[in-house]
T-cell receptor
Framework: EAGVTQFPSHSVIEKGQTVTLRCDPI?????LYWYRRVMGKEIKFLLH????????ESGMPNNRFLAERTGGTYSTLKVQPAELEDSGVYFC??????????????FGPGTRLTVL | LAKTTQPISMDSYEGQEVNITCSHN???????ITWYQQFPSQGPRFIIQ???TKVTNEVASLFIPADRKSSTLSLPRVSLSDTAVYYC????????????????FGTGTQLKVEL
């Protein structure tokens, strides 16, 4: 079974540009999460989808970040316009969902974003 | 969400048993204890999860005392490849709210295994 995949693995952009990160969860997983680690800090939650609906977006830093999950499959996280402080590693995770006895989250390898 | 406290770093040698203890004095009734492992340039990887007493899988054991205010991750006979950061997380599993819940990561414990 394929794990969580993320694309691209690395992205280097200039301040003010737009970047879109993509996450493909494990097939059949209803829950999809975005986290990020900025330099020297802990991994922080950004938001949580249940299928195509945003269950919790309390961790989104500001309105420059837009996450979508059309059709309840893959998700995109767009940063527009990017700022220097957005540099970091963005992780995506997925878990099965309601009705299961476990909500084990499986993480992707992350996308390293560098804003110059 | 219950705050967790764990050592910043630990050193060990190959073949030894490593025990990493995590304190979570404010753990709530519905909270579970979950441990993740993270290697450089990779995402966190689930190791083990428990609610009380002892849980064991092919990778590790998790010991949780009756008061649940702490937990200990035990790694038997570590090898060089176990060098990683280990995170202790506490939270409810969101089973009643649609399944799933955000994870709150702390600084983790950097385990270094040497020959």
């Amino acid at each position: 079974e394929a794990g969580v995949t993320q694309f691209p693995s690395h992205s280097v952009i200039e301040k003010g540009q737009t970047v879109t990160l993509r996450c493909d969860p494990i097939s059949g997983h209803d829950n999809l999460y975005w986290y990020r680690r900025v330099m020297g800090k802990e991994i922080k939650f950004l938001l949580h989808f249940v299928k195509e609906s945003k269950q919790d977006e309390s961790g989104m830093p500001n309105n420059r970040f837009l996450a979508e999950r059309t059709g309840g499959t893959y998700s995109t996280l767009k940063v527009q316009p990017a700022e220097l402080e957005d540099s970091g590693v963005y992780f995506c995770a997925s878990s099965q969902g309601y009705g299961t006895y476990t909500d084990t989250q499986y993480f992707g390898p992350g996308t390293r974003l560098t804003v110059l | 969400l219950a705050k967790t406290t764990q050592p910043i770093s630990m050193d060990s040698y190959e073949g030894q048993e490593v025990n990493i203890t995590c304190s979570h004095n404010n753990i709530a009734t519905n909270d579970y204890i979950t441990w993740y492992q993270q290697f450089p340039s990779q995402g966190p990887r689930f190791i083990i999860q428990g609610y009380k007493t002892k849980v064991t899988n092919e990778v590790a054991s998790l010991f949780i005392p009756a008061d649940r205010k702490s937990s200990t991750l035990s790694l038997p006979r570590v090898s060089l490849s176990d060098t990683a950061v280990y995170y202790c997380l506490v939270g409810d599993r969101g089973i009643l709210t649609g399944g799933g819940n955000k994870l709150t990561f702390g600084t983790g414990t950097q385990l270094k295994v040497e020959l």
